[in-house]
């Protein structure tokens, strides 16, 4: 299914991702949907580890997000296992969908020895195709467990993706280290009311559960809340964070505003903006990647829909395409946000750089040939500045290409 | 410029479109951006006539709309000439545009020997390019007025149109017949949030300006405001309407809510949503028209917000580019929309009237080479029930082809 080309923008390898104390898992070919491929990930995760998750805001989210969120509650944010198919996101399936996930999450239990409020599921892939779970049931008899393979691990829950998604961070706690890896997939239905796609960080810190919540939560406004392919929202998407606590040697940690959890908390924010950056890289189609930024807004929420807005428009992402610095439609876009005042006259635009707009119009200094010059590389960077406020807030997007459609027209045939 | 072939929903032929007492307009080749083709349109009004206006929303308006908002507030709603330039929109273009839109405005009030005021101008095109009005107002002194030969005038404002917009009706007010004439031209940005595109629409009723108004919102609502191609609104968006009170013969008009009026606006929206519909079967790339109603919303702002949010999905659009009845696509928009409830499980969707979604997943009757055989057509008919409340409506889009990106990316270049 995925013989599409590999992303321009994906990054030149696979990261040197650090394998996490209290993390096993197996990879398989169950066949559900694919064949010949990879499709399925079971993690196994230590006694004592715990989860925090955010889910799609989606109001017809799948099965798999529904049975998440209800053993996120009940269990406290105990976590031992997550399993992943890819392929078929169970999503729009009805009671049986529903039950499915019961029968994947009930197996898992009886062979990790847990409860299934200890299992977290996820699924991508087609929405509304019925989920027959017994090729999945029949594949965990032959799992086998590491606690390395993380390019594997990634390849396995890719879709339309077209590289695995993966980054590591070391970090210290109280000068005791800790590892954090994560992975993640897109990658069109990118934009993040609330969680976004797959994406799953494991650390072996020791953290509780309300710790990690508050920390993943932080983080992903700055990360996953901050970008967009397409503007369309999951039934599937899930951020899941988990913490194990093996040979972890720090003193406990009560409150995520523990000042030991600094440079944790920056790395974790790094961690994530990478994935998400990846994420966006392998957004469909992409040809560019592209940083928004608009700063002097009234406030931040204002920032963030200015730049969004620019981020989102069909006209701006194809102008970007065609490799043309097509200011009037970055302006417009800003002009039609819903969160700007009247007088336009004092906004600065620049593109890569290059100051393109002051007072209500191009700047007689400007010259389109060097904003152009920028326009045609792999890395766009559009600013806007508005001159009304302290509010400040980037979006990371890619450009709107015919492949694009090609692959969305064509995506279930 | 425009070498595009006519869209494949274009209408078999211009409509016969009626002579309007009191109107006559020239066209003419200025030569502003386009060569070898019509690119100004200048209709004259006889003295009496009142004009209503809706202007786009955006922040950053063009030099015309902000000339036209100042005319119409000054004037009273009087207006004897309206100029419409095709190539360059004369938008962000500073205080230079905006005085290049005055030096228009009051060569045409000299020949005509009017106020200022008693002008409305418009433009559409590239965005940002300087407008130099030497050429326009050079071609003022060649124009040549009649009444007639509507579809030139409707050909002069198209930018990356394919075909010309018009539409023309007979009313009668208090018996007495009247006629309503309208010519629009679409075709990206293309989304509503307060005027949209260009549109013109003249009669020979004799009615007030503050009449008028009332009935071209309410008709606005039903039509314009209801079709989207791609979510972006125009910085030089205007719909104007024209009543020249010549050859009237009711008697005097002083109330929208005159039931004297009741054929006149049924026509009126009749002859709006004509356009509309045409401006979306001229989307850029359009190759299937939608149209996507909601029903059973909590109110009708909720099912407009709904059927909007499908409407614009990328996912959904590319879908229909692909003749795939991709209803979980449809219910995944829905289901981002902020705009339904938890159950989903009450929702009934429809694709071309075949029963598709209903208790949460698909009907245990549905057979998809039904719903693909009406896909695979050119009108497409998406219904989703909610089953929470009354509200109801419909918008109009069309489907996003890799003509739409190829448009796009290229259309300064």
Known sequence: MNDAPISP??????????PVPGVEFAVAASGLRYR???????????????????????????????????????????IRALMVNAGNANALTGPAGEAAADSLAEALAARISCSTDEIR??????????????????????????SGGWPRAARAIMTTD?????????????????????????SGMIRPDMATMLAFVFTNARLPADVLDTLLRSAADRSFHAITVDGDTSTSDMLLMVA??????????????????????????????DLAQQVVRDGEGAQKFVAVTVTGARDEAAARRVAFTIAESPLVKTAIAGGDPNWGRIMAAAGRSGAVGDDFARWRLSIGGVPVVEGGGPRPDYREEEAARHMAGREIAIRLDLGE??????????????????INADYRS
Chains 1, 2 share one sequence.
């Open 162 to 186: 077209t590289f695995p998604t993966g980054a590591s961070e070391l970090a210290k706690i109280d000068g005791e280290p800790v590892v954090i890896t994560g992975i993640a997939k897109g």
């Open 389 to 406: 406020g302290a509010g400040e807030a980037t979006v990371w997007t890619c450009d709107l290409t015919k492949r694009y459609i090609e």
């Open 244 to 273: 194990t606590g093996e040979a972890a040697r720090h003193a406990p940690i009560e409150r995520a505003d523990d000042p030991r959890l600094d440079e944790f908390r920056m790395r974790l924010e790094r961690l994530m903006i």
């Open 121 to 146: 599921l996820a699924a991508t892939g087609v929405i509304g195709m019925p989920f027959d779970p017994a090729p999945v049931l029949a594949t965990l008899n032959r799992l086998e467990y590491a």
């Open 9 to 18: 923008l994906a990054p030149s390898r696979f990261p040197n991702a650090l």
């Open 36 to 78: 010949g491929r990879d499709d399925l990930l079971v993690c196994r995760f230590c006694e004592g580890a715990e989860a925090a998750q955010l889910l799609t805001r989606s109001k017809t989210p799948g099965a798999p997000v529904l049975f998440s969120r209800a053993a996120q509650a009940a269990s406290g944010g105990r």
